[in-house]
């Protein structure tokens, strides 16, 4: 079946500095891609998506490309801000897969950026 | 505008009870699913159902039940059999069809507690 595997947390950085999170996955279609955000005691919000390979999602300073050869989806973002802790869940929606339009969520990744 | 949409936001359940936390939506999209959170923890799939009067189980689904009579609504009840319903409980809905299938929406979240 499908799976997303996304570095574990939790991950503080200071105020400015850079930020990846690596996401990984595994498919039997040929699926999109996501990062979801989600704030304490809310829902979660899309942040970003790639439909097909070589694309490059962006949404608020993070990036994330989808790279098909090695099957990734890291998030990226130059300067973090302190606005910007939340958990970060890496997803993908597989149309072709023997669970047709489940999404796979990975593990999130808690992010604390400190002034 | 359109969206999802869950109800109560902070539910509280005695032993013994059951209790129903609603999910509406107004995007015209054909599945629906019910996802658990733990705190620090990822999601749970529950339930999840691609059209209506038509459901299949997730990974979690013991102690739980769902309907879905409405193509706009995917109520979950949460039994007196579910041993340990403490937890943060989501609704997502998602077009179907590509390129339609390619972000869920989540709603705001229930956070259900045993007194």
């Known amino acids: 079946g499908d799976s997303v595997t996304q570095m574990e947390g939790p991950v503080t950085l200071s105020e400015e500095a850079f930020l990846t999170i690596n996401c990984t996955y595994t498919?039997?279609?040929?699926?999109?891609l996501f990062w979801y955000v989600q704030y304490p005691g809310e829902g979660l919000q899309l942040l970003l998506k790639a439909t097909k390979a070589d694309d490059k999602g962006s949404n608020k300073g993070f990036e994330a490309t989808y790279r098909k050869e090695t099957t990734s989806f890291h998030l990226e973002k130059g300067s973090v801000q302190v606005s910007d802790s939340a958990v970060y869940f890496c997803a993908l929606s597989d149309p072709s897969g023997a669970g047709s339009y489940q999404l796979t969520f990975g593990k999130g990744t808690k992010l604390s950026v400190i002034p | 505008d359109g969206g999802i949409t869950q109800s109560p936001k902070y539910l509280f359940r005695k032993e013994g009870q059951n209790v129903t936390l609603s999910c509406e939506q107004n995007?015209?999209?054909?599945?629906m699913y019910w996802y658990r959170q733990d705190p620090g923890q990822g999601l749970r799939l529950i339930y999840y159902?691609?059209?209506?009067?038509?459901?299949q189980k997730g990974d979690i689904a013991e102690g739980y039940s769902v309907s879905r009579e409405k193509k706009e609504s995917f109520p979950l009840t949460v039994t007196s059999a579910q041993k340990n319903p403490t937890a943060f409980y989501l609704c997502a809905s998602m077009g179907q069809g590509y390129p339609m299938n390619t972000e869920a929406f989540f709603g705001q979240g229930t956070r259900l507690t045993v007194v």
């Open positions: 995007l015209n999209h054909d599945a």
């Open positions: 159902s691609q059209i209506v009067n038509d459901f």
């Open positions: 498919a039997t279609g040929y699926p999109s």
